[in-house]
């Protein structure tokens, strides 16, 4: 399914107080700024990533608030997939996550509830 | 209340005119200047005549050009040669922008006072904690991370710190230029060189491979910051030189930089450089105490700090500094600029050119 994140490193931090923003087109969640649904750049760090959609799709509801164990529903329906292809999916997608320093903060707080 | 001298009739001098490959910050701070003040009369003080600024028209025009001794022949060389150019052209103020003429300017600083001549320096005791034999020392006592370092004023301490840090190793100059080092062999060519070019001590620190934030900002010697913009590097050179940087807004960089600033209550400019590995934290590895090169970046910004320098130093009416958004950036991109060889000639010969460059190639296609 989907594409990996293509990526650099960088540090994590905590961004919880910030408000959710979209403005041309260009929408800002916790720090990370989503230009369309292939290129992210995180605010704190610096530090840019293309994605795909579905990459995407998947970050963008984990930074707004979307809980782990929700997730697989809402793929499913998004995209028409089984229960055990997006569980998959996710986890990939999480432990790529979690290998990239400057994003890892949104995987390490919602680990718990997987 | 006071009237305002108009700005056509003020002059600055400002050094480091140089723009190759390592970049240095005159010509920036030149053009955040002219961005302010278009009509300010700007002296550029030169060590050599093949620094580019010189032959520069436009946004970054010098008004009239004089070589100065070169730093290392010290603060009352360099007071005697602006003795000898103040008789010819009034400087009210001064931005030096090179380390290795800082402390130079620091020492004359009173002297320079006496002529009517205002800079924004630091006291010695800041520019020396900060140094980069101190810098560590400094940065363990305010609990500010910083790669390992040690200051070695022989070849055999050298050695013996290269050992207990590992292989490989950064040996840099007292002021500039940095090698990476990973045998014996290579450390005592790198040794010579550097000692020979800047002097003793050279110094080792542990490699480091990670992201670099860059700190820009204006100490108000108080212990404020009076503005600051803070970039990742995005594109870095073999010398690790930025030729491009985005804005970033971490308040962690923002935290050790205010820190670090008011630790030295330092006054003027200055540029905080940071590494970032992936399970470590900012690291503090050198503050420069000046402009860097990229200063005229947050200017475009409006986030003027060379502008702002010299409004207090004026004692005008300060223009308020906007912040820096995450996600603004540059990109470096060199130019080949115009010159003739009779400009050249006559600062070679002389030490001094009095206006623009000779030649105006406009309307040439």
Redesign the interface.
Known sequence: MADRLAL????P?STADEKSTSVGGVSTVA?L?FYGNEFV?D?????FFRLSTTASFILRSLVGGVSLSDLPAIMEQQYGVDHATSTRDIQLFLNELAAI?PLDRFVHDKASAY | MTKQVPINSRSVAITGLHRGDNPQPGASVIMSLRRRFPGLRIIGLSYDPMESSIYCRDNCRLDAVYLLPYPRTGAKALLERLDAILEKEKIEFIIPSLDSEIMNFIEVQDALSRRGIRVMLPGKAAFLRRSKENLSMLCHRLGIPTPETRAAKDIGELKKFAEQIGYPVYVKGKYYEAYLVSSEAELYSSFEELAEMWGLPVLVQEMII??E?DVVGLGDGHGGTIGSCS??K?LRTSAGKGFAG???????IDNLARRFIRALRWTGPFELEFI?A??R??LLFEMNPRFPAWVDFPSQLGCNLPARLLERLMGTEETPLAHCD??RMFIRHSVDVLGDISDLAELASAGERIGSPLLNFSGRS
């Open positions: 650099q490193a960088a540090p931090v720090g700024r750049f605010t704190v760090s610096g530090m320093e | 990670g992201e934030y970039i990742r995005m985005v804005v970033v807004a971490d308040p962690r970032k992936p399970g934290p900012h995450a996600g």
